[in-house]
């Protein structure tokens, strides 16, 4: 017979205020902007891709020559004569024989330009030739094949200037080309070549693809964080350079003015959705802005801006602020009003770099933080807590927050859906009176209905913990199908086709039914649910060694039991050896080697390691069921510059805990694990290095919180079941009177937990709606299994 539980809400008792808890990140990952929300439809319209930026790019990249009917043509990439110094190369395409028209045609991006009958589109270019003055240049939208589907005609001059017209497409065609050709003599010079929708979203001219757009309004997200991530400060600290860091000075005013960018994710960035853009997408999307900084500090290659240098970087951060809200009086308020924008954007919030490192970041960030709270000293600065949930950079990141009084603390953390549940009491703890958490990056590893539904457990804790949560958002955003970077992603797009995943409908949920306050809830008699068959009181499982992007030779292997004392000789010596070939062709777990097995529950396993060449260092794996569930200790990761553990639980990866080391090659080092339990601890030489618990998941009755919506006066309540049963619930709300009640009900349920969202099927997995009407302040409710519910109670 199956027990009916209680979940209590007290609507009189309000806790925290929820703020702006809930929105989104963008990063210019997976062709994120360009190719994806910047509705730019050709590829390298400014002919500046480059090897710099991906080896195989160069400045023809995209595009492909035209000759017709008997046309002879030649083209080539000059730079002697450019629109602007910052865009420096064009194409120049010399006409040898005309016949029916020579140039070139642009492939876009994915298949190719997404053209929709009837729709028309913003054709502009920058051209200038050098004779045949009367002859003009011809724009056309075709299939592969060459069939027009829309053409206009232009007259070209001996100096560089811009040209617009708008062309409309006859047929619908996702793998089209966009020609631009002529006839007469002499030679063709080209660039900029850009074809926008017309329809953008807002209609806004260079604008926003507007089915990726509108997804992103959709979710009606608080703020919007931009524009990464680890793009902002991985690169080089002088401004002018390609592979610069992320310059926000650098993103605004014309974009034939706007510098080439070597994105990090390894392609091409034209910076068409810079600052302004994304200020005005905020406005457009009801957001907030948050923007992150660098601070001359890139913990990738570690290169540092000298203190004494700081300035220009400090005063970037000021500027920002003064160009976002500053009058038209100032000199950045000016410049803003100048480029089409009088009134301010109300910028609330700034970040100081991201995912940093290493005491150099948190040297410099004191000084950002002190130079923007003595001028704008409402800015709330959001300082950073390294990549990792915990270990050394995370604590070092919170002291600086505390000691510098930081109004947020940016966490990063992609784990999987064990340790989330594992971790759902993670910010109960958290003192009030600190900094409050910025959850900056999260997200389980996968898009199925099952990650989705561990989310929204997990958000609930980030609702109930609102004293000490402020902001969170999930990452990453956006993912072009063909350009996959990083997954999973919210929200996944080709050139012509959109959709939310399953995750997408959660944030979704919580967003819309945020609510203002926090009300207290409480639950009491639901039966304990079945727990997951893990064994709890110790990391049993085989022993291996590896190696990380190096040769590695393990001597001297021992296990010893802390029971009893015993020491036991696993092996004598390995030498085991990676390659950037073999981990391409092997598995994430990459080469190692078996040295034994355990099933004790205090134990160490200790040895000698020397790395012989390469460039990180030591891995050692303990607690091995098989691929899918492991702990693993890389010392020498990174980069060669972390210690990190990790666990793999049913197939997902998560990293527990980190810390700074560096291996170096001929030094022998004196590895050891020591296991307690659950508990791990790591040694080099003696030293302790990391110190974690590997928590095993403890599944709870139903995950809920509560809210009040300030402006209707209604009672929100979301309920998160994770079982695989139903479970019936008597829902009590206290103090509430009135004689009857209407409840709006939105669920996500009966689903199988592997199936996710797609092209074919976008709203598999959504939300579905339904209505109650009850009378008194108390109702009877089986919440499905696998199943997120939230409810809004009014009165009446």
């Known amino acids: 017979m199956s027990t009916t539980g209680t979940i209590s809400i007290y609507t009189k008792e309000q806790g925290a205020a929820l703020g702006d808890l809930f929105g989104i990140f963008f990063e210019d990952i997976n062709h994120a902007a360009d190719g994806g929300l910047y509705a730019e439809m050709v590829r390298n319209r400014s002919f500046e891709f480059d090897p710099i930026d991906r080896p195989d790019y160069d400045g023809l990249s995209a595009w492909e020559m035209v000759e017709l009917g008997g046309g002879k043509s030649s083209i080539r990439i000059e730079q002697a004569h450019p629109i602007h110094p910052r865009n420096p190369h064009y194409v120049a395409v010399e006409i040898i024989e005309p016949g029916d028209g020579v140039g070139i045609k642009n492939l876009g991006f994915n298949s190719g330009l997404p053209y929709r009958e009837d729709e028309t589109y913003t054709f502009s270019m920058y051209a200038r030739r050098s004779s045949s003055f009367d002859e003009p240049v011809t724009v056309r939208l075709e299939g592969i094949d060459g069939t027009v589907y829309g053409e206009t005609k232009v007259a070209v001059t001996s100096e560089w200037k811009k040209y617009e017209v708008a062309v409309a497409s006859s047929a619908t065609d996702f793998s089209g080309r966009l020609a631009v050709v002529t006839k007469g003599t002499g030679t063709l010079y ?103 900084l660098p601070a001359g500090s890139d913990p990738h290659s570690q290169r540092y801006v000298p203190i004494d240098e700081l300035g220009p970087w400090i005063d970037d951060a000021l500027d920002l602020i003064e160009f976002a809200n500053g009058d038209v009086s100032t000199e950045w308020g000016s410049l803003r009003a100048l480029l089409g924008h009088p009134e301010p954007f109300n910028l609330a919030y700034i970040g100081i770099g991201n995912e940093e490192i290493g005491e150099p970041f948190f040297e410099r960030y004191t000084y950002f933080h002190q130079a923007i709270k003595a001028k704008y000293p409402d800015i709330k600065i959001i300082n950073s807590s390294g990549p990792f949930a915990a270990g050394g950079e995370y604590e070092r990141g919170w002291r600086s927050a505390r000691d510098n009084g930081s109004d947020f603390v940016d966490e990063h ?85 959109v959709f939310g995943t399953a995750n997408y409908y959660v944030q979704q949920l919580f967003m819309h039914h945020q609510g203002d306050h926090l009300l207290r809830i409480e639950t009491e008699g639901f039966a304990a649910p079945a727990q997951p068959s893990i064994n709890l009181d110790r990391l049993d499982g085989k022993l291996l060694v590896g190696a990380n992007l190096c040769e590695a030779v393990y001597r001297d292997i021992r296990l010893i039991n802390h029971e009893t004392g015993e020491v036991k000789s696993m092996t004598d010596k390995v030498v085991i050896g990676e390659t950037e070939a073999d981990r391409r062709l092997s598995s994430e777990l990459g080469r190692n080697a078996v040295v034994g097995e355990t099933d004790l529950k205090t134990y160490s396993l200790r040895m000698k390691a020397t790395r012989t060449n390469g460039s990180r260092g030591f891995i050692m794996y303990f607690g091995y069921q098989d691929d899918a569930n492991y702990v693993m200790w890389e010392a020498g990761s990174h980069s060669n510059q972390e210690s990190m553990i990790h666990a793999g639980s049913n197939g997902y990866r998560g990293c527990l805990t980190q810390s700074l080391f560096s291996a170096e090659t001929g030094v022998e080092y004196d590895l050891e694990v020591r296991v307690d339990g659950r508990r791990i601890r790591t040694y080099i030489d003696g030293v302790l290095i990391n110190d974690t618990q590997h928590l095993a998941p403890v599944i709870e009755p139903l995950y809920c919180s509560s809210s009040m919506d300030a402006a209707t006066g209604e009672i929100i309540v979301k309920v998160v079941n994770v079982q695989g049963a139903d479970v019936q619930s008597q829902l009590q709300f206290a103090d509430l009177d009135a004689d009857h009640f209407s409840i709006d009900i939105y669920e996500m349920s009966g689903y199988e937990l592997d199936e996710t969202n797609s092209f074919e099927e976008p709203k598999k997995i959504a939300p579905k709606y339904k209505s109650l009407l009850t009378s008194g302040n108390q109702i009877s409710y089986e919440f499905p299994k696998h199943s997120v519910t939230v409810f809004r109670v009014r009165k009446g």
């Open 413 to 497: 953390y992609y784990q999987s859906p064990d340790w989330l549940l594992a971790h759902y009491h993670r910010y109960d703890s958290f003192s009030a009176d600190d900094p409050k958490v910025f959850l900056g990056e999260y997200a389980s590893w996968g898009n199925t209905y099952y990650n989705a539904l561990v989310e929204a457990a997990f958000m609930t804790g980030l609702e109930k913990n609102a004293h000490a949560v402020g902001l969170a958002c999930y990452a990453p955003l956006l993912c072009n199908v063909d350009y996959v970077d990083w997954k999973p992603d919210l929200i996944w797009f080709n050139n012509h086709h």
């Open 190 to 292: 080209l660039d900029m070549i850009s074809l926008f929708p017309t329809k953008t979203f807002r209609n806004r001219p260079g604008g926003m693809r507007e089915d990726i757009a509108t997804l992103l309004a959709d979710l009606k997200p608080k703020f919007m964080r931009f524009p990464g991530g680890c793009l902002i400060h991985d690169g080089s600290l002088n401004h002018q350079d390609r592979d610069s860091m992320y310059r926000w000075k650098n993103t605004i005013g014309p974009v034939e003015q706007r510098p080439p960018r070597k994105n990090n994710w390894r392609y091409h960035q034209t910076l068409g959705l810079g600052y302004l853009e994304y200020f005005q997408l905020c406005q457009d999307i009801g957001a907030k802005p948050i923007p992150i």
